[in-house]
């Protein structure tokens, strides 16, 4: 079984029992208990198991890509040394909100692993937490495992999300893979490599309290997870992850971009194995989202690539290898994760300038550690030195001792690590003295300081404000904190507002304005006047045309969300939205292509509802309140206790905290200018409002009105047109036709004089593919024929050939040419009577047709 039939066997599976199959979520979690990346198939349904959000669903499976590069679950240590762990990775896993619970998934995990994917049963150990006899019980009772290969053990096998608050025993899953593989005994006492573990049902059913006790949860719930790739390492019966279908793939990208073998030497195949790997967890973290930064995820992803390019440069290689590892990784796992496919330029692009970067570090470190390493004395490299390559170029510490050792010098690492805390100490106490050195540290300082900035903009244009803070972004930009403005900051799709900041000693132009932390706006300016200065007064005031602009897109984006729930159904879910000045972009989930029909009648539906004029209302309320009134919301989203609520005339009432019109009729026209698929059951429109559909129509216009000055006929006649000039041009084509065929029975007559024995073989270069067609059934038609072959070099370029045989020739056009199109190169047709056929090589025409010769039989 592959990686493709695993994921397709176990969605099925639990959807044939009463399961929503959910799509994988982003690698950058949203819960503000999450981890800095999703690490478990859960994370998504931690809002529902919290009892934070209701399901919408009482049971769901999903297959849920996961990376494990930070806190308690990080396996980069172990990469590639052992034979399970990966830091990217993907984990199967079903779910019950409060529906089903051990009697049912116990022996569901059973039938699956060993009735549909093929696990031997009699190989099969299990572990339940030592207090969990209704466990055991349903194993060895229900399922009938037998006693002694079901172990109890302690808190191995006791989930804990915190502290306090859900937590429940859990039945690890685990496979015998044989003595060769270490100690017997079982999971519990037996060796790691010998018992592997790759399914764990957790059954949340106990809320700790802070004293400790354990409570019954009110409603219990089932999260269970089992790694994909340690599946199917069982399953294929390879001795390692990364000898499975979908990670092999990945190694043998390494090998080529290194040119380097496995099973030749054990740090090589570790090195190997590290870039098969990281090529997986940096295309999914690019793909997703994160960047190379030095700061948060951005810093992880950064150490990911250059740990494999510093992988690479340890076995000698001095050309790029990340974009070969980008490729294999869309490659291979493309199909199940299309947005791989989608964003794949893109992430090339970020992957292979953040190596370029990192390898013209190495180089220069490379330069200046060979001049040191001639200088050192005692065949020692001082730490400082060490440090300064690091320090200064960027230059690891593991690729320095790996060069010192090859020319016989040891590294003082601890003269490194006593330079490397010094340096930290430095630092610290240079954050003490200024905000502009670390921009994040500067953010949360004007939040504790200051608190949230409150924004004024939606009941005035222009606010008195005092500057906060200035921090230089760059040599042309800087960043203003106020405490009060009318700028919205970019949020919930909507762009953020542009305009103007002014004190008296100078002014700034606003190019954006986001969010820094959340709740502490942040606007990107550039300095045209004078100078601007923390504490000064400041006039702020926003480019109204612009937000009146973004304003009537925003509030169309949710009239033409209940227009197309109207049209398409209930199931279309908001998937993301762009609310610019110029246009609106809006995603949504539909199973199938909008036809033409469909968007005249969405359009048509939100037109109605502008030209009433109804009035919008936008107001803040509790979250129930907004739910009593029907206030739309979406999985995904994140709402506090108050709430922003939409309700835009007497249909459209949703959750929003953006800006928008008073009244309906301020939207003008609405437009779709496009329509189309961004992945799979996921639609985009693409809209314009106001003024932008006027400017839409008049371009078009113009359009229509330049082709019909080009046919010489009125705009309201570009029809009667086009339709003239098709035809005339069939007319044209028609006698070009009848003209080919004519030339092609005169130069008939030459060729027939050159048959031998009723067979006529030629070539003619510079004949156009269908004139050759044509010539050969005119020579064929030609009295005393029977059979013609013809060759040549057409003017497109490549090799055409035509075969045409009479039809008491006995003989066959197509295995007259089929020789022939295997030497040139190609391939062809197989018609009895009449073969086309083509090829590459025209240096080989002239023995094709000898070829030809042979095949009917005058050679």
Same mark, same amino acid.
């Given at each position: 079984?592959?990686?493709?039939?695993?994921?397709?066997?176990?969605?099925?599976?639990?959807?044939?029992?009463?399961?929503?199959? +959910?799509?994988?979520?982003?690698?950058?979690?949203?819960?503000?208990?999450?981890?800095?990346?999703?690490?478990?198939?859960?994370?998504?349904?931690?809002?529902?198991?919290?009892?934070?959000?209701?399901?919408?669903?009482?049971?769901?499976? #999903?297959?849920?890509?996961?990376?494990? !590069?930070?806190?308690?679950?990080?396996?980069?240590?172990?990469?590639?040394?052992?034979?399970?762990?990966?830091?990217?990775?993907?984990?199967?896993?079903?779910?019950?909100?409060?529906?089903?619970?051990?009697?049912?998934?116990?022996?569901?995990?059973?039938?699956?692993?060993?009735?549909? +994917?093929?696990? /031997?049963?009699?190989?099969?150990?299990?572990?339940?937490?030592?207090?969990?006899?209704?466990?055991?019980?349903?194993?060895?009772?229900?399922?009938?495992?037998?006693?002694?290969? $079901?172990?109890?053990?302690?808190?191995?096998?006791?989930?804990?999300?915190?502290?306090?608050?859900?937590?429940?025993?859990?039945? @690890? $899953?685990?496979?015998?893979?044989?003595?060769?593989?270490?100690?017997?005994?079982?999971?519990?006492?037996?060796?790691?490599?010998?018992?592997?573990?790759?399914?764990?049902?957790?059954?949340?059913?106990?809320? =700790?309290?802070?004293?400790?006790? !354990?409570?019954?949860?009110?409603?219990?719930?089932?999260?269970?997870?089992?790694?994909?790739?340690?599946?199917?390492?069982?399953?294929?019966?390879?001795?390692?992850?990364?000898?499975?279908?979908?990670?092999?793939?990945?190694?043998?990208?390494?090998?080529?971009?290194?040119?380097?073998?496995?099973?030749?030497?054990?740090?090589? /195949?570790? *090195?190997?194995?590290?870039?098969?790997?990281?090529?997986?967890?940096?295309?999914?973290?690019?793909?997703?989202?994160?960047?190379?930064?030095?700061?948060?995820?951005?810093?992880?992803?950064?150490?990911?690539?250059?740990?494999?390019?510093?992988?690479?440069?340890? !076995?000698?290689?001095?050309?790029? +290898?990340?974009?070969?590892?980008?490729?294999?990784?869309?490659?291979?796992?493309?199909?199940?994760?299309?947005?791989?496919?989608?964003?794949?330029?893109?992430?090339?692009?970020?992957?292979?300038?953040?190596?370029?970067?990192?390898?013209?570090?190495?180089?220069?470190?490379?330069?200046?550690?060979?001049?040191?390493?001639?200088?050192?004395?005692?065949?020692?490299?001082?730490?400082?030195?060490?440090?300064?390559?690091?320090?200064?170029?960027?230059?690891?510490?593991?690729?320095?001792?790996?060069?010192?050792?090859?020319?016989?010098?040891?590294?003082?690492?601890?003269?490194?690590?006593?330079?490397?805390?010094?340096?930290?100490?430095?630092?610290?106490?240079?954050?003490?003295?200024?905000?502009?050195?670390?921009?994040?540290?500067?953010?949360?300082?004007?939040?504790?300081?200051?608190?949230?900035?409150?924004?004024?903009?939606?009941?005035?244009?222009?606010?008195?404000?005092?500057?906060?803070?200035?921090?230089?972004?760059?040599?042309?930009?800087?960043?203003?904190? !106020?405490?009060?403005?009318?700028?919205?900051?970019?949020?919930?799709?909507?762009?953020?507002?542009?305009?103007? $900041?002014?004190?008296?000693?100078?002014?700034?132009?606003?190019?954006?304005?986001?969010?820094?932390?959340?709740?502490?706006?942040?606007?990107?300016?550039?300095?045209?006047?004078?100078?601007?200065?923390?504490?000064?007064? *400041?006039?702020?005031?926003?480019?109204?045309?612009?937000?009146?602009? $973004?304003? =009537?897109?925003?509030?169309?984006?949710?009239?033409?969300?209940?227009?197309?729930?109207?049209?398409?159904?209930?199931?279309?879910?908001?998937?993301? #939205?762009?609310?610019?000045?110029?246009?609106?972009?809006?995603?949504?989930?539909?199973?199938?292509?909008?036809?033409?029909?469909?968007?005249?009648?969405?359009?048509?539906?939100?037109?109605? @509802?502008?030209?009433?004029?109804?009035?919008?209302?936008?107001?803040?309320?509790?979250?129930?309140?907004?739910?009593?009134?029907?206030?739309?919301?979406?999985?995904?989203?994140?709402?506090?206790?108050?709430?922003?609520?939409?309700?835009?005339?007497?249909?459209?009432? %949703?959750?929003?905290?953006?800006?928008?019109?008073?009244?309906?009729?301020?939207?003008?026209?609405?437009?779709?200018?496009?329509?189309?698929?961004?992945?799979?059951?996921?639609?985009?429109?693409?809209?314009?409002?106001?003024?932008?559909?006027?400017?839409?129509?008049?371009?078009?216009?113009? %359009?229509?009105?330049?082709?019909? &000055?080009?046919?010489?006929?009125?705009?309201?006649?570009?029809?009667?047109?086009?339709?003239?000039?098709?035809?005339?041009?069939?007319?044209?084509?028609?006698?070009? =036709?009848?003209?080919?065929?004519?030339?092609?029975?005169? &130069?008939?007559?030459?060729?027939?004089?050159?048959?031998?024995?009723?067979?006529?073989?030629?070539?003619?270069?510079?004949?156009?593919?269908?004139?050759?067609?044509?010539?050969?059934?005119?020579?064929?038609?030609?009295?005393?024929?029977?059979?013609?072959?013809?060759?040549?070099?057409?003017?497109?370029?490549?090799?055409?050939?035509?075969?045409?045989?009479?039809?008491?020739?006995?003989?066959?056009?197509?295995?007259?040419?089929?020789?022939?199109? =295997?030497?040139?190169?190609?391939?062809?047709?197989?018609?009895? /009577?009449?073969?086309?056929?083509?090829?590459?090589?025209?240096?080989?025409?002239?023995?094709?047709?000898?070829?030809?010769?042979?095949?009917?039989?005058? *050679?």
């Amino acid at each position: 079984m592959n990686a493709s039939e695993l994921r397709r066997a176990f969605t099925s599976f639990f959807e044939e029992r009463g399961h929503t199959t +959910v799509g994988s979520a982003g690698l950058i979690p949203h819960h503000p208990t999450a981890p800095m990346f999703t690490n478990s198939g859960m994370m998504q349904f931690v809002p529902y198991f919290l009892g934070e959000e209701a399901p919408p669903w009482r049971r769901a499976d #999903s297959i849920q890509k996961c990376v494990r !590069l930070s806190g308690k679950h990080n396996d980069i240590d172990e990469l590639g040394r052992t034979r399970r762990h990966l830091t990217f990775f993907e984990m199967l896993g079903n779910f019950s909100f409060g529906d089903y619970f051990k009697a049912e998934a116990i022996p569901w995990a059973w039938e699956l692993v060993t009735e549909v +994917v093929g696990f /031997d049963g009699d190989r099969i150990w299990v572990t339940v937490h030592e207090s969990d006899d209704e466990a055991e019980a349903i194993w060895h009772e229900a399922v009938g495992l037998p006693l002694e290969r $079901i172990q109890r053990m302690g808190k191995e096998n006791f989930w804990e999300m915190g502290e306090s608050g859900p937590c429940g025993p859990c039945s @690890e $899953i685990h496979l015998d893979c044989g003595p060769e593989w270490g100690e017997g005994g079982g999971p519990a006492v037996g060796g790691g490599d010998r018992y592997i573990e790759f399914w764990n049902l957790v059954f949340t059913q106990y809320d =700790r309290q802070p004293d400790g006790t !354990l409570l019954d949860l009110p409603r219990r719930n089932v999260d269970t997870g089992g790694g994909l790739e340690r599946w199917l390492m069982l399953l294929q019966g390879v001795r390692s992850a990364f000898d499975t279908d979908v990670m092999r793939h990945m190694v043998d990208a390494a090998q080529s971009a290194t040119g380097r073998s496995t099973g030749r030497d054990a740090q090589v /195949d570790v *090195a190997l194995r590290i870039l098969a790997d990281h090529g997986r967890t940096m295309t999914f973290l690019v793909s997703d989202g994160v960047f190379p930064s030095n700061e948060d995820r951005g810093y992880v992803l950064r150490r990911i690539i250059r740990r494999a390019v510093r992988h690479a440069f340890l !076995l000698g290689v001095d050309k790029p +290898v990340t974009p070969r590892l980008v490729e294999a990784t869309v490659e291979v796992m493309g199909d199940a994760y299309p947005e791989l496919v989608d964003n794949r330029d893109f992430v090339l692009g970020v992957v292979a300038r953040e190596e370029e970067r990192f390898r013209s570090t190495l180089r220069a470190g490379s330069s200046i550690l060979d001049d040191e390493l001639v200088r050192a004395s005692g065949g020692v490299l001082p730490g400082a030195t060490a440090f300064k390559l690091h320090d200064t170029f960027g230059f690891p510490l593991e690729v320095t001792q790996e060069v010192a050792g090859e020319r016989g010098v040891e590294v003082d690492v601890a003269g490194f690590d006593a330079a490397m805390a010094e340096q930290r100490a430095r630092a610290k106490e240079a954050r003490k003295e200024t905000d502009a050195s670390a921009p994040v540290d500067a953010y949360r300082e004007l939040l504790e300081q200051f608190g949230t900035t409150e924004f004024t903009g939606r009941e005035e244009h222009e606010s008195k404000a005092r500057l906060l803070a200035v921090i230089p972004r760059d040599e042309a930009t800087v960043e203003l904190f !106020l405490d009060r403005t009318p700028f919205y900051a970019e949020a919930g799709g909507q762009v953020g507002d542009t305009g103007t $900041i002014a004190t008296d000693t100078g002014r700034a132009q606003v190019l954006d304005t986001t969010y820094a932390l959340p709740g502490l706006h942040r606007h990107t300016a550039r300095v045209v006047e004078g100078e601007v200065r923390p504490g000064q007064a *400041a006039l702020a005031g926003i480019d109204v045309e612009r937000r009146q602009a $973004i304003r =009537r897109n925003h509030t169309g984006t949710h009239i033409l969300h209940w227009a197309l729930r109207q049209i398409l159904g209930e199931h279309v879910k908001q998937q993301g #939205s762009l609310v610019a000045p110029d246009y609106l972009r809006f995603d949504f989930s539909h199973y199938a292509a909008v036809t033409p029909e469909e968007l005249a009648a969405i359009e048509d539906l939100a037109n109605r @509802e502008v030209l009433a004029n109804d009035r919008v209302r936008h107001y803040e309320t509790t979250r129930q309140q907004a739910a009593e009134v029907g206030a739309v919301a979406f999985f995904g989203d994140k709402y506090g206790d108050v709430v922003r609520v939409l309700e835009a005339g007497r249909h459209s009432v %949703e959750l929003c905290g953006g800006t928008h019109v008073g009244a309906l009729g301020e939207i003008g026209p609405i437009r779709i200018v496009s329509e189309g698929s961004i992945g799979a059951n996921q639609r985009r429109i693409v809209a314009t409002t106001g003024t932008g559909t006027l400017q839409e129509a008049r371009r078009e216009h113009e %359009e229509l009105v330049r082709a019909a &000055a080009l046919l010489a006929v009125p705009p309201d006649e570009l029809t009667t047109g086009l339709e003239r000039l098709r035809d005339e041009l069939k007319v044209l084509r028609d006698e070009a =036709r009848t003209a080919r065929r004519e030339a092609a029975r005169a &130069a008939a007559a030459a060729l027939v004089a050159d048959a031998v024995g009723g067979v006529v073989v030629a070539r003619r270069d510079g004949v156009s593919r269908d004139d050759l067609r044509d010539l050969a059934v005119a020579v064929r038609d030609r009295p005393g024929i029977r059979a013609v072959v013809l060759g040549g070099a057409p003017p497109g370029g490549g090799v055409a050939l035509v075969a045409a045989v009479t039809p008491d020739s006995g003989l066959v056009a197509s295995e007259l040419i089929a020789g022939p199109a =295997r030497t040139v190169g190609g391939g062809g047709g197989r018609a009895p /009577d009449l073969a086309v056929a083509g090829g590459r090589h025209v240096e080989r025409i002239d023995d094709a047709l000898a070829e030809a010769r042979a095949a009917a039989g005058v *050679a």
